[in-house]
Every structure is written in C-alpha cells, then in structure tokens.
C-alpha cells in the first residue's frame, strides 16, 4: 500500500485545519465543555468534569451517591438536574452532596415508562440521572443518544449503558456516622474506579456537608 494516501490526508488536515473557524474531530472532541464538578471529583473524569453531550455510566453500589455529587455543583451554577427511576431519595440526603433542591427534581415513573420519560428530560434539563429499567435497544440508544449530543446535556445511566463515553464503577464501601450504638449513617468511604483516569478512594458525602467540600478524598 502506498503510503501517499496518508500523507497527503495530513497535508489536507493541516490546510483545513489553518481555515478560520474549520477544526479536526479530535480537536472538536477537547474543547467540548463538561459540567463543573467538585475539585475532589474532577480528576475522576478523563475532562475533568460531566461531559456536555454524552452519556456517562455508573455502576455499582454507590452509583447513585457519585451521580449526586457530580452534579452537585452544576446546581448550585444555576444548572438543572433531573433524576428518573430512583426510588425517593430523602431530601436530606440529597442535600447532605450539597445539591441546591431549588434546581433538582427527582420523579417516580413506570419501569417500562422510563425512557420514554428520559426522552423528554433532555430536551430540558442540562443534566438527567436514570436507572434503566430494561436495556435499550441499538435505535433507542442511537436515537437517545443523538438527542443528548444535540442538547449538549448530559446522561447519567445508573447501570450498563452500550456506548456510554465514559464509565465509572464503584465498590462496597465502609459506613460511618452512627455514635455509641445509635444515629444516622452519614458517610461512606468509596472507591470509583475509571479506566482511563484510574481508582480513586473518597468519601460520599464529605463530613462537614459543606458546599466546598461535598466529596474528599480519603
């Protein structure tokens, strides 16, 4: 194979790429924006942040405590955030992760409703928290994913999502918060491991319940 073809796809990137306003894929893909997350969560993600028009996977036992974290500080940035499917978390849980609840709705929906309902969210709300209640098929997911890049939001898949851009998985964790045989479980020490980004051990939430330090490491 000559390797003229090669050489000259460099030379007409290069020309492209010296037009105003003309970019690469790759450079497209490193300036795309990502959701501000707290300082302690940032080097998780391979941007440092929530990415803006992708579809990101959490899985394991704490996945919801990480998705509420992350989107912690996207509230309180005037950022909406949704969440589908999750039972109903307590208020006072969810603002234990510092979430601003002025800016975070949480909605109960038939398990075979849920995409459908998820469907709709995006077209709205910057960032939506969802357990799939069953795996979507090869349209579905092109369909719904299409819409998300569109929207430049961002889709938090409690479980296994094909095609997710970035997965996360957490690990059993170690409880803390309860004092001479009684009280409220506050806290977990948890271990989030990316593939690209590596494990990273923290505590869900922070002890103090602060806005600053909603997640830390341990």
Do not use: N, Y
């Amino acid at each position: 194979m000559s390797a003229r073809p090669a050489a000259d796809l460099q030379a007409l990137t290069a020309q492209l790429s010296s037009l105003p306003g003309v970019r690469t894929g790759r450079e497209l893909f490193a300036q795309r924006p990502a959701f501000p997350v707290s300082e302690v969560l940032g080097p998780l993600f391979a941007r440092g942040g929530l990415p803006q028009g992708e579809i990101v996977q959490f899985t394991g036992p704490h996945a919801l405590s990480l998705a509420l974290a992350s989107v912690a500080r996207a509230t309180r940035e005037q950022h909406w955030a949704a969440a589908v499917g999750v039972g109903e978390p307590a208020v006072a849980s969810v603002a234990d992760f510092g979430v601003d609840l002025e800016r975070f709705i949480s909605l109960r929906t038939p398990g075979e409703d849920w995409l459908r309902v998820v469907s709709i969210l995006v077209e709205t709300f910057d960032i939506v928290i969802a357990r799939p209640a069953f795996a979507p098929s090869a349209a579905q997911r092109a369909r719904l994913a299409a819409k998300v890049r569109e929207r430049r939001m961002t889709l938090i898949s409690l479980g296994p999502f094909a095609g997710a851009a970035e997965q996360i998985a957490t690990e059993p964790g170690q409880w803390t918060g309860t004092s001479a045989g009684w009280g409220r479980l506050r806290r977990c020490a948890v271990t989030a491991t990316h593939p690209r980004t590596g494990a990273h051990r923290l505590l869900l939430p922070a002890d103090t319940g602060a806005a600053e330090a909603v997640v830390r490491a341990v």
